[in-house]
């Protein structure tokens, strides 16, 4: 199967600083999303970005899917996007099943 | 639209004992996956199916655990002779087709 790299693993940020997390993929996938686990336990899905940019408010992903990794943008963090961000993807031969990377666990203090 | 919808949401159960836990996928949605967290970890893929069908089980220990996905009725993963090591989250996703999946809150099995 393909392997999921994520780094930072870890990320402390101040209230209102901007924050860029990667994720690298070991293979070309046909599916790739990205995820905000929140303190309690809650997988929030955020993108579902195979190629491409896509915005929704503070957030935004671009996937450079010929080079296999795809980046998360988090601007003006508030300290409700604490948490950890997973990003996930499969290939079309796998089928449908995604493989996670081990996330970055993001703090953000007031 | 309601979301993915998982119960029961926490789950005690003793060793040796069985567990099952249901997933009711979002209206439309006949494509459902079952994930395993174990503490500290990321999430592992255990199944996936569709109706009455396992499409891909290869993530599903060999022993002990089975799911079905009935023609009427939420998908149901089942876990026999719970142990320790079984205490985990499970999240229950769906999609319409192979595309984007969308996660329901995960049921906590503890295991005493």
Redesign the interface.
Known sequence: GIQVEQSPPDLILQEGANSTLRCNFSDSVN?L?W?HQNPW???I?LF?IPSGTKQNGRLSATTVATERYSLLYISSSQTTDSGVY?C?GCRETS?????????TQLTVNP | NAGVMQNPRHLVRRRGQEARLRCSPMKGHSHVYWYRQLPEEGLKFMVYLQKENIIDESGMPKERFSAEFPKEGPSILRIQQVVRGDSAAYFCASSPARSEQYFGPGTRLTVT
């Open positions: 599916n999303q995820f336990g809650q997988l899905n579902y997973f996930a089928g449908s099943r995604l493989t996670f990377g081990e996330g």
